[in-house]
């Protein structure tokens, strides 16, 4: 078993350009979360899924977007990226109460 | 606003020292409180988790204490090593939300030699 893998490992982006961040999980989760995490504040909710086809907003969701098409697969889309949005984004999955994170992609905007 | 307090920011402890890392809450419809480990440039992995009902809950070297009257937790990591030095978050998660869990700041431990 994989876990939680997460697709690119490091990016960087010009203001106003477009990415997408893959999660992908190999446990059968139900639910899925995207996190932001800067120094000294934490792990930051941004977006989650609590099945395949269904997104919430978190407590940052401002400036992203996501997608659950696939039970095993979560997006993260920035459409138009602001420096403000530099930050290192952790996925996670979860069947119950623990849940389990990936390696992370550290993004920074110029 | 956080809703759950972590302290302190960072601290430093001897080789077998006990470094204690404390938590509070104001939320009385948490029912679950996991603490999670991270090394630098790596995701942090579940470490060790209590409910409510419990005052401790110990698994090897690490210590969870929790204080429901108070608001308060705290993880102990006893005989602290080297290997220990990473970051720690503490957090909490809200009855019937669908697994949302609310971090601490984080606690940053040196365990030194």
């Known amino acids: 078993n994989a876990g939680v893998t997460q697709t690119p490992k490091f990016r960087v982006l010009k203001t106003g350009q477009s990415m997408t961040l893959l999660c992908a999980q190999d446990?059968?989760?139900?639910?899925m979360y995207w996190y932001r995490q800067d120094p000294g504040m934490g792990l930051r909710l941004i977006h989650y899924?609590?099945?395949?086809?269904?997104?919430a907003k978190g407590e940052v969701p401002d400036g992203y977007n996501v997608s659950r098409l696939k039970k095993q697969n979560f997006l993260l889309g920035l459409e138009s990226a602001a420096p403000s949005q530099t930050s290192v984004y952790f996925c996670?999955?979860?069947?119950?109460?623990?849940?389990?994170f990936g390696p992370g992609t550290r993004l920074t905007v110029l | 606003q956080q809703q759950v307090k972590q302290s302190p920011q960072s601290l430093i402890v001897q080789k077998g020292g006990i470094p204690i890392i404390n938590c509070a809450y104001e939320n009385t419809a948490f029912d679950y409180f996991p603490w999670y480990q991270q090394f630098p440039g790596k995701g942090p992995a579940l470490l060790i988790a209590i409910r409510p009902d419990v005052s401790e809950k110990k698994e090897g070297r690490f210590t969870i204490s929790f204080n429901k009257s108070a608001k308060q937790f705290s993880l102990h990591i006893m005989d602290s090593q080297p290997g220990d030095s990473a970051t720690y978050f503490c957090?909490?998660?809200?009855?019937?939300?669908?697994?949302?869990?609310?971090f601490g700041a984080g606690t940053q431990v040196v365990v030194t030699p």
């Open positions: 957090a909490a998660r809200l009855t019937d939300s669908w697994g949302k869990l609310q």
């Open positions: 996670a999955s979860s069947y119950s109460r623990a849940q389990y």
């Open positions: 446990m059968n989760h139900e639910y």
């Open positions: 899924s609590v099945g395949e086809g269904t997104t």
